[in-house]
Antibody, heavy 119, light 106 residues
Framework: EVQLVESGGDLVKPGGSLRLSCAGSGFTFSNAYMSWVRQAPGKGLEWVGRIKIKTDGGTTDYAAPVKGRFTISRDDSKNTLYLQMNSLKTDDTAVYYC??????????WGQGTLVTVSS | EIVLTQSPATLSLSPGERATLSCRASQSVSSYLAWYQQKPGQAPRLLIYDASNRATGIPARFSGSGSGTDFTLTISSLEPEDFAVYYCQQRSNWFTFGQGTKLEIK
């Protein structure tokens, strides 16, 4: 069974940094494109960014609101995806989900981890 | 950016009734459209991909149709567990989601 487990969510002050992790199991992690998607409280879903597999260059892409502040990386030896978030803003408050790309679609998703940016 | 507009925002129906949810794209996304279901406190779950293909384990009462800019998710006969929020999502040009349709019990 494919499982994704996020961790690292916390309360952080505006301007601060945080790193989220997502541990994958039940699938060949190194062969999976991975994305982060977030959901602000009571709001809809917003794609944050993606990382490709190493054989496709391992490159990353980001949504405009987070470009230059967030960095996605992966450690295939640990089956773990990361999201480094810097210069956090109150608008970044959300549940952050990691998800795999299956046939190009987000499936499945982790249970999410809550990031709260507040003074 | 491709904007997806879902309607209605809220749909009130009874178990056993047929539900029809709409998603309109601001420009053509071909068939690169998916539907997700999200229940309170849970992560989204993929229901339909490539506009009309059911994901693994999804009951046959869920069906998707459409192409280009207009798409529909139909639930043929609502079960109690189907009351949730539904999102459409496109991957034709990066990734964007609709704002969601809340399907509530009447």
């Amino acid at each position: 069974e494919v499982q994704l487990v996020e961790s690292g969510g916390d309360l952080v002050k505006p301007g601060g940094s945080l790193r989220l992790s997502c541990a994958g199991s039940g699938f060949t992690f190194s062969n999976a494109y991975m994305s982060w998607v977030r959901q602000a409280p009571g709001k809809g879903l917003e794609w944050v960014g993606r990382i490709k597999i190493k054989t496709d260059g391992g490159t990353t892409d980001y949504a405009a609101p987070v470009k230059g502040r967030f960095t996605i990386s992966r450690d295939d030896s640990k089956n773990t995806l990361y999201l480094q978030m810097n210069s956090l803003k109150t608008d970044d408050t959300a549940v952050y989900y990691c998800t795999t790309h299956r046939a190009g679609w987000f499936d499945p998703w982790g249970q999410g981890t809550l990031v709260t940016v507040s003074s | 950016e491709i904007v997806l507009t879902q309607s209605p925002a809220t749909l009130s129906l009874s178990p056993g009734e047929r539900a029809t949810l709409s998603c309109r794209a601001s420009q053509s996304v071909s068939s690169y459209l998916a539907w997700y279901q999200q229940k309170p406190g849970q992560a989204p779950r993929l229901l339909i991909y490539d506009a009309s293909n059911r994901a693994t384990g999804i009951p046959a009462r869920f069906s998707g149709s459409g192409s280009g800019t207009d798409f529909t998710l139909t639930i043929s006969s609502l079960e109690p567990e189907d009351f949730a929020v539904y999102y459409c999502q496109q991957r034709s040009n990066w990734f964007t989601f609709g704002q969601g349709t809340k399907l509530e019990i009447k």
